[in-house]
């Protein structure tokens, strides 16, 4: 957030605050750093110098991670086995597969077209991150995910043909 959006973050407070019963600068204050402290407001997070610990843990979504470009030692993937490794996010109107200049306006988009897309999209990702990983992968995942749903999600098909097969190896 910009420092202008944080001013009128802290404008809009102090218009509000005499109904919320801050009666002084100095509550208001309090209550805007509290509100940034707790994330209700957001703010730039502090500099913690650069680079970052080499011996410390990233935190990153994929496409972050893989924008980023900095190698890591372990990686650890988090919900190998979720739906959204190999979904594209939702732009019907704004599909850039269709929007291609080369793409004729009166082809239609179909499931094939997407299947294939969505795997090779996953095929990159998933290059790009073992490209950026020096010592190895911990794949994590549940059977479950949060709405109780059995996951089989195609990354997870895939390692797991991947797995049997090494473990069927002498």
Known sequence: MCIRDRAGAAARLRRAAPAMGLTTPAETGAAFIDAVNQGLVTANPPDWGEPPDPEG????????????????????????????????????????????????????????????VRNELLARIVRGLVARCRDGVILASSDLDRRGQRQDGALWRALGALIRARQQKP
Request: charged share 20%.
């Open 57 to 116: 843990i990233v935190l990153s979504t994929l496409y972050a991670y893989l924008l980023a470009g900095e190698p890591a030692r372990v990686q650890v993937w988090l919900e190998t086995a979720a739906q959204g490794w190999w979904d594209i996010p939702r732009q019907p109107l704004s599909n850039a597969f269709v929007l291609v200049q080369s793409r004729a306006p009166e082809e239609p988009w179909t499931i094939d077209e997407d299947f294939a």
